[in-house]
């Protein structure tokens, strides 16, 4: 019998006395629960063949081929059709200041000049009319309000805003809003005025562990300035996120903080969302940061205790959809072959003129790709570092790890950050304990996972959740 060819992408995770398989690139995953079966596999992986009917369950379901050439087609297209649909949309962050008004312990725009002023009025025009020359031929357009902080209660700030505003419904832009909510209140008014489709705040806590992490520029506190907001968002009925960014100093006070949400009333409406972020240590005077499996884990736990905190949803643990998708959903989730809209149709335009791919690299020269005003001119070599970069001609490290395609590739930034280049071998998302971790509690303790949660982030935008 011919030797059946087992995909690299098959994963295996024992729980217990189950055997389950995985295969990234189809989508696929199974229980295996005989023993005879589990024997029949470590048989195929040792001698290349099995029983033909187990060899034809498996073949259909993507985890062994009768040549790499049958992968290598599936590889390619549905590569093809990832490359399409991203190229349908663009996303475009505009960066009116990096003037803030908090300041996060955490911050990942640490070091970049915060100066207490806000684009001019020609390069607001120049900024609009390059995004509009990128936006023909798209199916949709979306523009982000972001910073530095987008919507500080400034005259200038709001009229600047408002222009953005105005010309992207004048467009038929999608507009949503990445704020840190401490001045949102005094926008409600004008963004009333448009059809919003997200807007974010972020909450670390209740009020003694958020105004820890977030105090303002004076020190002071600003929880409940934020909690004013978002009252105000919610009665306008806004669409409005809360992000809460986990580490060891706060994770622990998620019932106290989902009991606050419900207090307030917010989880009845049905405009309201939270979900998880991650901070992360790129200036090493964070201590609390922990990795994201280890935090996944803890916040498995915290659900299965008190279940309302199942309302913050795992959006930080992107790669858990792979698992869930199939497992809850009975559906596969579409291989990720770049790590994130930077590598193909983000786009991000200061208030200096300058222009950049990655959204958390706005203000560091490093990650300049070039300048938008007089005329949109490009460092053709950074274009062609950042978006034709795709996981399977990832670095070395990437390019041999069996969960490559859960996480496209790894964070540009995070890594630069850590290492100085986007292309060593440095793994920034450790996905493969974060799956382990998954199906562990899939097996274990299912209800620990709500279906509607996975459902929601296939349902926004495709950039990332800035925090």
């Known amino acids: ?30 229980r295996l629960t005989d023993k005879v079966t589990q024997e029949e596999w470590s048989l195929l992986k040792s001698a290349g063949n099995c029983s033909s009917a187990l060899a034809e369950v498996l073949k259909s379901r993507g985890y062994v081929y009768e040549d790499q050439r049958e992968e290598a087609a599936l590889v390619e297209k549905l590569q093809r059709f990832a490359e399409r649909e991203t190229s349908q949309t663009i996303r475009c962050h505009v960066i009116l200041s990096y003037d803030c008004n908090l300041r996060c312990v955490y911050c990942y725009e640490e070091g970049i000049l915060r100066e207490q002023r806000a684009i001019e009025d020609a390069r607001l025009r120049t900024m609009l009319d390059v995004i509009e020359q990128l936006a023909r031929g798209r199916q949709r357009t979306q523009v982000v309000l972001f910073g530095g902080e987008p919507l500080l209660k400034r005259p200038y700030h709001m009229r600047c805003a408002q222009r953005v505003l105005e010309h992207a419904t004048n467009n038929g832009w999608e507009i949503e809003v990445v ?3 401490v001045d949102l209140e005094h926008y409600v008014p004008l963004l009333k005025e448009h059809s919003i489709s997200q807007i974010q705040v972020t909450l670390d806590g209740p009020k003694h562990i958020h105004d820890i992490r977030r105090p303002t520029a004076d020190g002071r506190g ?9 009252d105000a968002t919610l009665a306008a009925q806004l669409p409005i996120a809360v992000r809460v960014n986990a580490d060891k100093q706060n994770v622990e006070y998620a019932p106290e ?13 049905s405009r309201f969302g939270a979900y998880w972020g991650l901070t992360f240590d790129l200036q090493g005077r964070h201590p609390y940061c922990a990795p994201a499996h280890d935090m996944l884990k803890r916040i498995l736990e915290i659900r299965k205790q008190h279940p309302l905190t199942k309302r913050i949803s795992l959006e930080a643990w992107e790669a858990l959809q792979f698992l869930l998708y199939p497992y809850l959903l009975g559906e596969p989730r579409l291989p990720k072959f770049f790590f994130c809209g930077a590598h193909r149709n983000e786009w991000s335009f200061d208030l200096y003129g300058d222009v950049y791919f990655c959204a958390d690299g706005v203000g560091r020269e490093e990650f300049r790709v070039g ?20 996981v399977l001609r990832a670095p070395p490290g990437c ?24 292309l060593a071998a440095h793994c920034t998302e450790h996905v493969w304990p974060a799956l382990a971790t998954t199906m562990e509690y899939l097996h274990r303790s299912p209800e620990v996972f709500e279906r509607e949660e996975f459902e929601l982030p296939r349902k926004r935008s495709e950039g990332r959740a800035e925090g």
């Open 399 to 422: 390019s041999r790890c069996p969960v490559r395609l859960c996480c496209g590739g790894g964070c540009w930034f995070r890594r630069t950050r850590a290492i100085g280049s986007p």
């Open 371 to 390: 300048k938008y005003d007089p005329v949109l001119a490009l460092d053709q070599g950074r274009v062609s570092l950042w978006r034709q970069h795709d």
């Open 257 to 269: 903080l989902v009991d606050f949400f419900s207090a307030r009333g917010w989880l009845n409406e």
């Open 1 to 30: 019998m011919k030797r059946l060819y087992i995909s690299p992408y098959t994963l295996e995770f024992h729980v217990d006395r189950t055997l389950y398989l995985f295969n990234s690139l189809s989508g696929a995953l199974d």
């Open 222 to 230: 600003s929880f409940e300035a934020i909690v004013r907001s978002v």
């Open 179 to 181: 704020t840190n909510g």
